[in-house]
């Protein structure tokens, strides 16, 4: 990754990165570590075109990760074994158009994170995908969830909502606008609702007595 970047700037800019590779991959039938490494083919060579041009090369680049890979200049169909699995794209516009936001990522940061945590020993640098893989092991977890009223307990009911000295009982109408959006940013879908979302995650302030474990 380059240097001097801003941590809330990384986040906020590949928030969606692992999820975005994972439904390519599901969606083409495609290892996922490959599109990653197929989208930095396209950071390299920006055409679809260019990067044919220059496919032998950018292979030698990656022999070392994928030992069983090649590419039919005739069909423009990449070809790879990863975990005894036969992996088949054809690099075309299409898969450039799967991949574009990995790509946007890509350019601004690499494909390679360097990172360090002397809580957890950690010392070493990986791909994007897998560095959103490995970290999320370290996520807070939320020991107990509920659906909703009627699925929790008589007791953690009374503890969080049901207290007579704690709860609140707000009234919402139809015309409280401002209440409307707030839940449809929180449950809603669309790219504003879920931008609002990840605004609202990445402002929220962490304390100690919030993480479970």
Partial sequence: MKENIKIADFVNDAFDYRKELEECAIKNSVNPYLLEFIANGFVKYETVDSFIDNIDAWLRTIVEVFKEIGFNHETRQLHAVIDLKDQLVIID?????????????????????????????????????????????????????????????????????????????????????????????????????????????????????????
Avoid: C, W
């Avoid at 957890?120 to 640098?125: G, I, P």
């Avoid at 009223?149 to 709860?167: E, F, H, K, W, Y």
């Fill in 93 to 213: 516009d299409h898969i450039r158009e799967a991949l574009e936001y990995v790509i946007q990522v890509q350019q601004k940061y690499g494909i390679l994170i360097k990172y360090t945590s002397k809580k957890f020993n950690l010392d070493k640098q990986t791909t994007l995908l897998r560095f959103f893989e490995e970290i999320e092991k370290f996520y807070p977890k939320v020991q107990d969830r509920y659906k909703g009223l009627g699925s929790s307990s008589a007791d953690v009911s009374r503890q969080t909502i049901m207290d007579p000295n704690t709860r609140r009982v707000i009234m919402v109408t139809a015309e409280d606008v401002e209440t409307h959006r707030k839940l449809a940013m929180l449950v809603g879908d669309g790219d504003i609702n879920m931008k609002g979302r990840k605004e609202a995650l990445m402002n929220f302030k962490f304390n100690m007595s919030m993480i479970d474990n």
